[in-house]
């Protein structure tokens, strides 16, 4: 067992996942302090929000590649275990969210979850983004989409024969997340309501 190499790699995924894009894009911008603003949270919806939907979309691809990475480093370059490379995604995943140079209040997780699972399982995430798609269609909101889709990967693992710790790896980082997002599922949902009432006035 490379005891030194799964320990860095948890190590390494946390501290990169701490990493506040996010916040860092918002202050050297306009100056802002997302913790501040909006809904509070130091994420690339709420940089949207407050600096503009370019800045968004930059921290977005910052916070999936604090998953890709970490993930990539642990199954591709020190070849360790299955549990490990969960380890080391899960640990990406809390820096984001408890991120240790913002006095661990951060975002909720769901762009580095991205990342990380994108890396992890590359062809169940593509097969998902099919009815991901469809969904997205539907319901016009990304968010909810991710949630209502989300669920159905470990079953794409199952069926792809992958490995008992990277199926039951998949459902641990879903519980993980969607349990730190359930207040973005509840204002998705929200948002998406009361929307569809104004339309229905007009």
């Known amino acids: 067992m490379n005891l030194t190499g799964i320990l860095s790699s948890i190590l ?24 501040r603003f909006g809904d509070g949270n130091v994420g ?26 970490p993930v990539f480093l642990s199954q591709w370059i020190l070849k360790l275990p299955d549990y490990a490379v969960v380890l080391a995604g899960l640990a990406a995943i ?17 762009s580095t979850t991205i990342g990380v699972m994108g890396t992890l399982v590359p062809i169940e995430s593509v097969i998902l983004l099919i009815p991901l798609f ?5 319901l016009k909101h990304g968010i909810l989409s991710v949630m209502i889709v989300g669920p159905f990967l470990p079953f794409v693992c199952w069926l792809a024969a992958r490995s008992l710790w990277i199926i039951c790896g998949t459902v641990f980082i879903l519980v993980f997340v969607y349990i730190g997002g359930s207040q973005n599922v509840r204002s998705a949902w929200k948002e998406m309501r009361v929307g569809k009432k104004s339309k229905e006035k007009k």
């Open 12 to 35: 390494i995924g946390y501290f990169i996942g701490s990493i506040p894009f996010s916040f860092l894009i918002a202050k050297w911008t306009k100056g802002i302090d997302l913790r």
């Open 44 to 69: 690339a919806s709420n940089v949207s929000r407050a600096v503009s939907r370019k800045a968004g979309i930059a921290a977005f691809l910052c916070d999936v590649i604090k998953g890709v990475f």
């Open 94 to 110: 809390s820096g984001h969210n408890w991120p240790i140079f913002l006095k661990f209040k951060g975002g909720k997780g769901l």
């Open 134 to 138: 469809f969904v997205y269609i539907f």
